[in-house]
């Protein structure tokens, strides 16, 4: 048994720890050791009562008495909607100790990101991305970590923790390889669901080694843990009845003895009937009459720090418990000596704070208030939070139980509330208060706007929940002008982000038909072209391209709605491989001095981030690499500035990944399309911004020459069909069946491009650069039905003449190279190397230099190739060129 000096309560719920204290003295001496070491986590589980806050507080003493700075915090049952409330507690010592400055100078460029979710700076004016405040926390807790090595940091009844909280740990759980720290959380089991559930599990799954699960104390130990409470005259009958009513939990045996004790009841045989008594006067109804009869004074405060949970001191106890302050210090001293509460301080006074003794006292006293005192209380502690300047979101908590009343200030607190939440990154809390709001419910000219805040706060969580809201709202009267415009605009990106594409066109059409001609209605004209133009499906709107060119010739890009037209309609003619240097001078009209205009930088949500991808990719694909480059890195930049690390910083590593590739550095697309990659599944498999980190990190690795690698990433991540309704550049189709025949699945290759071919015919997209379908497929029936391949190389080549970059021309050559002999494939190798070689593509003009060298056995040509090769990371194809280089047949 753990050694402990008798009459300890929180020894002596330490009984049976030795396993248990033994690896956590293990663990804080592995931390000392080095501090390069890496950090470890233990997670310790059991029912209510077994003893994991007192094994957390043996960890805090070893920790302490070895020289470890040590932090703290603990979930509370009634706090689990207040958002970031155990990771502040966690960070508060270093928090405390840091001024203003220090703490900027050392959370860095992360500061106005997660520093308003620590409460130590204000929010900026966008709302706050919830994946880039986690990643914010996770970056500010190791860099405070490292300045207070040697760390352990505790977190006790992790189950009740808030969900932002849980999702930092889970993320912080795994990246603790790196830093030397030790992290304790005990929790219970079961007591949670859904994500929350998930990020415990992912703690549990960091850990690495077994979660420890404590049980209950066996006969012996309670036998032994009795006599050396009560003493050691203690008889086995009474000992085995001790065990038989506390079930050998040391909570509840420690509670039971502590009655004993002040009952001064014999500890033998004779007296063994009368715990079963004593017992349920410590614990649930039992604790509620010991409470009852300290006095209706003590009542009504214990009452009032339960419905606090937490930030308990004397001074706003006694506010909410409406008594004066010393009779409040009087209830606080009594309630202490009862053990009910405890001040960690060690004195009760004005502006300690206070804490329940244990969990499960706090929640049998918040369970025993009537309920309607409790409701009733809720809402006092809400003016009283409020009185203290703590903000609408503090008060949120407390007017979530309020019960409806038609209350109009109440829903303009919880619309403030919400807004402080989404500013800080908690769209979660902010759902919660808007959805109480409409409970009240709000006004009739204000219900729609009420509405309209609660689908956008869920936009990105939950897609199918905002659809529902803003169809409701937008069925209302309140929503008119620009806010009804902006609503149409949001409820169509949730139909998007729901698959439900064709549905999102048809209410933007909609909404537009009830305009006159002006800016709203052009905007939504916009928008409508904006989602059709990435619908990939075969049921394009006939003559669409043909009204949004008519449209686009009367622009002049005087405002942002005439800009967004004229990108669509360059994005609409580059799919179409119109030519390219009309695409361009579409694209250069969107833009002002060469540069965004303001309204449409990355982080503007009037028009979202869609547009601004379609202008890049426009410039991407008709060889201005430079300026899609520009505008692709513009975009990562602003998103990691913002601490936009969701979906957005995931597409916008995507397209800077497709950047390397088309400029020829596949060694750094494929870091920046793995990165991408790696966001995306944090966000959902199955989006359209997923199929595009997938698919252009397959063709980056085929372009490597790293088939094998392709194929396991494929398979992996779900790349083949059905594909996606929005568009995914490159094309999905053209590339797996790219893979197809790499991996020698010639027939089901041919297959997959000839769909690719289906496709794209019936929406008009005849770019040879976007869609290679054809040269692809030349080469895959070249051998079994020649004049088929010769009919598509041709095909290939007046389409890439008709778009115009030497890009298209050159590869469209290549293909033609590739499909003759003799003298004819020289001079067409030759040819496509001179385009190749004034395009921006250096991979492309790489291969085409290899097979020009092959064709024309120059060993000058091959090794230029092989230079270039080796330059763009394109292993499989300078290993090409080093074998024809190495065997020397017939070269010169």
């Known amino acids: 048994m753990t050694e402990a000096e008798p009459g300890e309560a929180t020894s002596a719920s330490l009984w049976e720890r030795d396993a248990e204290i033994a690896a956590v003295a293990e663990a804080i001496d592995t931390l000392r050791a080095d501090r390069s070491s890496s950090g470890s986590l233990l997670v310790f589980r059991g029912e209510a009562g077994l003893g994991k806050t007192a094994l957390l507080a043996e960890t805090r003493r070893i920790a302490e008495r070895r020289g470890c700075a040590v932090w703290s915090a603990r979930g509370g049952e009634t706090l689990r909607s207040v958002p970031f409330n155990v990771v502040r507690q966690l960070l508060q010592p270093a928090l405390v100790s840091l001024m203003p400055e220090e703490a900027r100078e050392y959370l860095g460029d992360w500061y106005d990101i997660a520093g308003p979710a620590l409460g130590v700076t204000e929010p900026g004016e966008r709302q706050a991305d919830p994946q880039g405040v986690c990643d914010g926390l996770v970056a500010a807790v190791r860099r405070l970590a490292k300045r207070e090595w040697p760390l352990v940091l505790l977190i006790d009844d992790a189950h009740w923790a808030d969900q932002e909280t849980l999702r930092w740990l889970a993320a912080f759980a795994e990246r603790l390889d790196d830093l030397s720290v030790l992290l304790v959380v005990a929790r219970r089991p079961g007591e949670i669901s859904g994500d929350g559930a998930r990020h415990l599990d992912a703690v549990a799954a960091a850990a690495g080694r077994p979660i420890t699960n404590l049980s209950a104390l066996t006969p012996d130990a309670t036998a032994g843990l009795t006599r050396a409470t009560v003493g050691p005259h203690a008889d086995a009958p009474f000992c085995r009845e001790v065990w038989a009513v506390t079930g050998g939990n040391p909570y509840e045996t420690v509670e039971l003895l502590a009655k004993v004790q002040d009952s001064e009841l014999d500890p033998v045989e004779a007296s063994a009937a009368e715990l079963r008594a004593l017992n349920r006067s410590a614990r649930g109804g039992g604790l509620v009459a010991r409470l009852e009869g300290l006095g209706i004074e003590a009542t009504r405060f214990a009452w009032a720090a339960a419905i606090l949970g937490t930030g308990i001191n004397v001074g706003l106890v006694a506010k909410l418990a409406t008594m004066g302050i010393d009779e409040a210090g009087r209830c606080a001293e009594l309630l202490c000596a009862a053990r009910i509460l405890t001040a960690p301080a060690g004195s009760a006074e004005a502006g300690t704070e206070l ?28 003016q009283v939070v409020t009185d203290s300047g703590l903000g609408a979101a503090a008060a949120s908590r407390h007017l979530l139980q309020v019960h409806p009343d038609d209350d109009e200030e109440l829903v303009e607190q919880l619309r403030e509330a919400a807004r402080e939440h989404l500013a800080v990154g908690a769209p979660d809390a902010a759902r919660r208060c808007l959805e109480r709001a409409l409970l009240e419910p709000p006004l009739p000219e204000v219900h729609a706007r009420v509405l309209y805040e609660l689908g956008c706060a869920t936009l990105l969580t939950a897609p199918a929940t905002t659809i529902g809201h803003l169809q409701t709202a937008l069925g209302m009267p309140g929503l008119d002008g620009d806010a009804r415009v902006d609503a149409v605009f949001r409820l169509s990106q949730a139909l998007l982000h729901n698959d439900q594409l064709e549905e999102a066109v048809r209410t933007v059409e909609a909404e537009a038909a009830r305009h006159e001609p002006g800016p709203a209605r052009m905007r939504l004209q916009a928008v409508q072209y904006m989602w059709e133009g990435i619908y990939a499906g075969e049921s394009s709107s006939p003559g669409r391209s043909e009204r949004l060119a008519e449209l686009a010739r009367t622009c002049t890009g005087r405002d942002n709605s005439e800009r967004a037209l004229l990108m669509l309609r360059g994005f609409d003619a580059m799919t179409h491989g119109e030519s390219a240097e009309e695409v361009v001078a579409l694209c250069d009209r969107a833009l002002v001095n060469r540069r965004l205009a303001p309204g449409l930088g990355w982080t503007d949500t009037e028009w979202g981030l869609e547009l601004l991808l379609m202008l890049a990719t426009a410039y991407a694909y008709t060889d201005r690499l430079d300026r899609a480059e520009s505008l692709y890195s513009e975009g990562l930049r602003t998103y990691e500035t913002a601490g936009w690390s969701g979906g957005h910083l995931a597409l916008a590593h995507a397209y800077v990944g497709l950047g390397h590739r088309r400029r020829g550095r596949l060694r750094e697309a494929e870091s920046s399309l793995r990165e991408s990659l790696r966001l995306a599944e944090r966000v959902g ?33 779900g790349f083949a069909p059905p594909y996606p309704s929005p568009i995914v550049l490159p094309d ?4 797996r069946g790219r893979l197809l025949l790499a991996v020698g699945r010639t027939e089901e290759g041919i297959e997959e491009l000839e769909q690719a071919e289906k496709a794209a015919t019936a929406r008009g997209h005849h770019n040879p650069v976007m869609g290679p379908w054809a040269v692809d497929l030349a080469r895959a029936v070249a051998s079994e039905d020649p004049a088929r391949a010769a009919r598509l190389a041709s095909d290939a080549r007046r389409l890439a003449e008709r778009f115009g970059t030497d890009t298209a021309i050159g590869e469209a050559l290549r293909c033609g190279a590739a499909l003759e002999t003799g003298q004819r494939a020289v001079r067409l190798a030759a040819q496509a190397v001179a385009y190749l070689e004034a395009s921006p593509c250096q991979y492309e003009h790489a291969a085409a230099r290899v097979e020009y060298g092959i064709a024309a056995r120059s060993v000058a040509e091959l090794n230029r190739g092989l230079t270039l090769a080796r330059s763009c990371g394109a292993d499989g194809l300078a290993a090409q060129a080093r074998e024809v280089l190495a065997t020397g047949r017939g070269l010169r």
């Open 685 to 717: 498999r199955g989006l359209p911004l997923y199929w595009s980190a997938t698919c252009n990190l397959v063709d980056t690795l085929l372009a490597r020459g790293h088939v094998e690698e392709a194929w396991a990433i494929a398979e992996q991540y």
């Open 732 to 735: 999905p189709r053209c590339v």
């Open 355 to 382: 804490e329940f003794v244990h969990p499960l006292i706090a929640t049998a006293i918040y369970n025993s208030i009537p309920e309607a005192l409790c409701t009733a209380m809720h809402g006092i502690a809400a």
